[in-house]
């Protein structure tokens, strides 16, 4: 079985020690140029067996970008019109379809979408029209199982939870998003991979994000338990659910993301840029066509 | 017949002038304490034109007509020497000059001669010189003197920030310099991830920084060449000193093998913040400390032969528990032998060995892998020195390379990884040869010019070599047998310099240069990194090259008090890399399709003012320039800032002698923060905030600004014993200058983002204690 390592992360984590240990931090204003609002739109169709028997209702998001400084809440877009084609086709979404907070029904009919086929969306806002291909990948590799690594550091234990996928095709490419979930939560993440070098085999992909224990020693009774979210508070539980889903994705949408992702948590890009854009007319955001395939596992400390 | 007889003599007259007999004075010259040869000991015969300087090695030549001449010898900081001599035939001669003893210091003072103009006479222009001593009283960070350090407080050289050891000079990247050690290159010149340089400067002779305008017997790099050279050692007795210092404490033990024939030199440099971490229960497991070591060895063979062998050993150690560790460290080997061919021949003959790696070790119950990445150097130079004669010094010679760079190979046992990705390493050899005329055209007018000419050949390693598309993906990929010829790429590289002395206190210079460079350092951070990727020139990636014009007007007043040199240059680069938008840098094996390949310029006027005698001394160093690059793909094609683009950079350095024994210094810095890509404007996607950006380097990071207070007190000294102690404060206005600014949701209300400032180094006291025993 063959992996892929990143290792970097450790690295900035104990550059991040020696900083923590000389360093002071605080907020502080900038004077930032502004930029004209844009159009964001988050398009992903699901390409899934019952699609085959019977139609399927999915969604797509629509807003508009803020200026740095400015909340980022009430930024959507209800004015919209969708279309959704094959090139025979055609599926439309107006604004009689929109539920509110820049989300747009599309009812897609049975056998419209398939694998290895090219579709176009176009939405037109204010006269202005964006649109963009996507096409579904040949070969969807179903995700095997979840990966659990537990390995101590700083006097806690820590999670990481990797990816276990099905053997690929050699010599092709793959590329990945993954979505997960911790006790039905979503974690809000973008978390994409490919498979370089690991083509061809079973693997398990890197570690996509990691669960904390607090230390031994806070804990009640000595039994280390994980520390979760439940309205809007922390607390301890004795285990925690992941469900983690892998998505299959074309390169260029890999390509957007992955470059969302050097910016993610605060983190400073070494080319901190916009993704070259797969919309016209300078619209931000993807339009992908994919497959899914998803796990759950109960985590606890035994 | 009276008029034939007049005609005959004078002719004769005139056959004896043209046939008169010209011979070589020659020798090396030495300082008396330690034995060390000294560099640029001006040799002059007194009341003639003759002029000439000690090379890197002390050795000096002079060709003059027979005849009796008084040889007149200066140096700065050294009584002047004379020797009359009646030349009838080529002599060796070697001086020994002595310093003025402590107790006779302030009468012998008025005879020590400084060298005069020689910021104004000389050709070279864009050259910065350091000896070690004269930093000993600048306050520095943790009481550490740091050669690098200082030099970014001289114009045209620019600190890459807090934190990091790098710099640039005239607008060039950090991997544009290159830095030799007894002419062994070193790849990562810092310890402690860039708060320390790799330079112990017990160990450091003479430091030479050449901004881009070197002559044709060095280059490499784009920007600058920093030759140091190490000291030889004491050949006449045995000496032992030290400091102990807040962070590191060193050694320096040095002594005659044979007297007068040869001598050792070890330096060892430790720090002990590890010590610190077991104090703490949180962080008693973990690992921090970094070494170092200098050591060299000579031998005077005959008078005509000296071998050297010279060596650097240094190492980081960074670890967590037991769970990650990760070391990196360079080594370097020199062995050099100087031969005097004849009164007016030298030779340097080296073999060189440099090496620089790095390791990640992750060892857990489940996982268990390391990654390991080295550059190997196997060096060969030999460089002849001809001093034709007293007006021309030429120089030539050859260099050969070969380069082994493995990028990054993964060694797993265990775990995620169980298997092993190898990978050979990337093989090439670089060649020049050189040649180069030192020409004094007359006492006002003098050039040295010269060429070089560069070639890389990159060689198969037994694995796939790729090329890639407009887009980054694989285009092509072939697998190249192991040291199969794959490219070369031959760079020429003329060099000029020329200096006019209109008066003898003032001159204009002007020089030009070419330089080409193919190996190539690519960051996968922000801020320089142990584990960024060097990389040779290949069929994608191919030679930089720069071409740099300098203007320059020097002037030296008040009976050479002061100086003020005031020069501006245009550098012109091509093959300029930097990484397309959203590169991937991390672990990448195909890193070479996220590069994109351009132009850059970089101008700028640079000046300094310096105080050189008296009680209170120092300098003002100002520096205005821009520099900016220009690759398709990204800012659409368009001039965009360099990240290192400084509009302003001030230094200003203080030193007051209150006492004989008791000194008092300042250091001022201010410069312009660096050009930084700012969001502005932001959304959601996944659910998460997502910036919007302009242009690539369009924002400025806040300017800096810092001042360093120091008292040097020297408490002891005798013949035998001499101690002193250090006090210094960095930053002693605590200003919070920004390491880093990060974008992140504002804590407890998420849909609004702050800027986050990180600062380092506000209010950092330092004790040093250093003693010698002689």
Redesign the interface.
């Known amino acids: 079985m063959k992996s892929k390592i990143k290792s970097t992360h450790y690295l900035i984590g104990l550059f991040g020690l020696l900083i923590t240990l000389l360093s002071c931090k605080k907020v502080i204003s900038l004077d930032l140029k502004k930029d004209d609002p844009r159009i964001i739109i988050e398009a992903a169709i699901e390409v899934d067996s019952l699609n085959q028997i019977d139609s399927s209702t999915q969604y797509i998001y629509i807003r508009r970008s803020v200026s740095f400084d400015a909340a980022i809440s009430g930024l959507e877009v209800n004015n919209a019109t969708i279309t959704l084609t094959d090139g025979k086709d055609t599926i439309l979404s107006t604004p009689k379809n929109y539920q509110g907070n820049g989300k747009y029904e599309l009812k897609i009919q049975q056998g419209f979408l398939t694998q290895n086929k090219s579709y176009t969306l176009m939405v037109k806002i204010d006269n202005i029209e964006y649109s963009a291909s996507s096409t579904c990948p040949t070969y969807a590799i179903p995700l095997d199982s979840i990966g659990v690594f537990k390995q101590k550091s700083f006097g806690r234990y820590n999670y990481s939870i990797a990816p276990i996928r099905n053997e690929t095709p050699a010599g092709i490419p793959n590329w990945y998003q993954f979505k997960a979930k911790k006790n039905g939560v979503k974690i809000n993440k973008i978390l994409v991979d490919d498979d370089q070098n690991l083509d061809g085999v079973e693997s398990t992909l890197k570690p996509i994000f990691e669960l904390n224990e607090f230390s031994p020693d806070t804990v009640v009774n000595k039994i280390p338990k994980f520390k979760v979210i439940k309205n809007g508070k922390p607390i301890l539980e004795d285990g925690v659910e992941i469900e983690l889903t892998l998505v299959n994705i074309e390169y260029k949408v890999y390509r957007y993301l992955f470059n969302l992702t050097q910016n993610q948590g605060g983190r400073q890009s070494i080319t901190p840029s916009n993704p070259d854009p797969l919309f016209t007319n300078g619209a931000f955001g993807y339009f992908s066509v994919q497959k899914s395939f998803s796990r759950k596992k109960w985590i606890n400390n035994k | 017949m009276k008029n034939f007889i007049v005609l005959t003599f004078f002719v004769t007259l005139c056959f004896i002038g043209f046939s008169q007999n010209k011979f070589t004075i020659s020798g090396t010259i030495t300082e008396q304490t330690k034995g060390e040869a000294l560099i640029g000991v001006k040799v002059r015969v007194k009341d003639q034109s003759y002029l000439v300087a000690t090379n890197e090695y002390g050795f000096y030549s002079i060709t003059i007509p027979e005849g009796k001449y008084i040889l007149a010898v200066t140096y700065i900081g050294y009584l002047p020497q004379e020797k009359e001599i009646e030349l009838k035939e080529n002599v060796s001669i070697n001086f020994v000059m002595e310093s003025p003893s402590e107790k006779t210091k302030e009468l012998e003072t008025a005879k020590v001669t400084i060298n005069k103009q020689d910021n104004v006479r000389g050709s070279t222009m864009g050259v910065e010189r350091l000896d070690p001593k004269s930093i000993a009283k600048i306050p520095v960070l943790l009481g550490e003197k740091d050669i690098i350090k200082t030099l970014q407080l001289l114009p045209g050289v620019k600190s890459a920030g807090e ?1 990091n050891s790098g710099y640039y000079v005239r607008g060039g990247a950090a991997d544009q310099n290159l830095i030799l050690l007894d002419e062994a290159p070193v790849y990562n010149a810092s310890h ?2 860039g708060f320390f340089s790799t330079f112990n400067s017990d160990a450091i002779k003479d430091a030479t920084l050449y901004k881009g305008n070197q002559p044709a017997n060095l280059g490499g790099r784009l920007s600058s060449v920093l030759d140091i050279k190490m000291n030889d050692g004491n050949n006449q007795r045995y000496n032992v000193s030290g400091g102990l210092g807040l962070i590191s404490s060193k050694l320096n033990v040095e002594g005659p093998l044979v007297k007068d024939k040869s001598s050792f030199l070890i330096t060892g440099r430790r720090t002990y913040a590890d010590l610190f971490l077991k104090a703490s229960k ?2 008693k497991e ?1 690992t ?1 400390y970094f070494y170092d070591l200098n050591t060299k060895l000579n031998y005077k063979i005959s008078q005509k032969d000296k071998i050297y062998l010279s060596g650097y050993f240094g190492r980081d150690v ?1 670890g ?2 037991s ?2 560790g ?1 070391d990196w460290g360079n080594a370097t080997g020199t062995v050099r032998w100087n031969h005097i061919i004849s009164p007016k021949l030298f030779s340097n003959t080296s073999i060189i060995y440099s090496s620089y790696d790095y390791k ?1 070790a ?1 060892t ?4 268990d ?1 390391t ?1 390991k990445s080295k550059v190997l150097d196997y060096n060969l130079k030999q460089e002849f020195q001809y001093y034709a004669n007293t007006k021309n010094k030429i120089k030539f010679g050859l260099n050969v390379i070969n380069h082994n760079i493995t990028p990054g190979q ?1 060694d ?1 046992s265990k ?5 092993i ?1 190898q990978l050979n390493p990337a093989k090439s050899i670089e060649g020049a040869v050189f040649i180069l005329n030192d020409w004094e055209v007359n006492e006002k007018f003098s050039i040295n010019y010269g060429a070089r000419l560069s070639t890389f050949t990159v060689l198969g390693n037994g694995q796939e070599m790729y090329t890639y598309n407009a887009d980054g ?1 694989v285009k092509s990929s072939e697998i190249m047998l192991n040291n199969e010829y794959d490219t070369t790429y031959a760079v020429f590289e003329p060099r000029l310099s020329m200096s006019y002395s209109y008066r003898e206190d003032q001159s204009f210079k002007f020089a030009y240069a070419r330089n080409a460079q193919n190996i190539h350092l690519v ?4 801020t320089s ?1 142990p ?1 960024d990727v060097i990389l040779g020139s290949t069929r994608n990636t191919k030679p930089e090259i720069a071409d740099q014009l300098a203007f320059g007007w020097f002037k030296n007043f008040k009976e050479n008090t002061y100086e003020f040199n005031a020069e501006i240059y245009y550098k012109y680069l091509q093959n300029q890399i ?13 890193l070479e399709g996220e590069l994109l390949y351009g132009l850059g310029r970089a101008y700028g006027f640079e000046m300094i003012l310096k105080k050189k005698k008296g009680k209170f001394n120092g300098w003002v160093s100002y520096c205005l320039s821009k520099s900016e690059r220009k690759i398709e793909g990204i800012n659409n094609g368009s001039w965009y800032n360099a990240k290192q683009d400084r509009t302003h950079d001030l230094s200003v350095v203080t030193i007051y002698d209150l006492t004989p024994k008791l000194s008092l210094s300042a250091l001022f810095v201010f410069y312009t923060g660096n050009a930084v ?18 242009n ?1 380097n ?2 400025r990071m ?1 300017n800096y600004h810092r001042l360093d207070l120091g008292v040097n007190w020297i408490r002891k000294n005798t013949d035998t014993y001499e101690s002193s102690w250090n006090f210094s404060i960095y930053n002693a206005y605590g200003r ?1 200058n ?7 949701e504002k804590e407890g209300n ?13 209010w950092i006291p330092a004790i040093t204690y250093n003693f010698k025993f002689k």
Do not use: C, H, M
């Open positions: 934190g402690l991830l949180e962080f973990n921090l960074l967590v528990g769970t990650f990760i990640i992750i857990a119950k489940q996982i892998f990654i993964l797993g775990g995620l990884s169980t298997s990705v993906t960051s996968n951070a922000t990194t584990t930097d990484y397309r938008n959203g590169a991937n840098t991390q672990a990448n094996q195909l890509t700012f969001p502005s404007g932001k959304y959601t996607i996944e659910g998460q905030t997502q910036f919007l950006y302009t690539r369009g924002g806040p919070e920004a390491y880093t600014i990060a974008f992140q998420p849909n609004i983002t702050e800027a986050v400032q990180t600062s380092l180094f506000r």
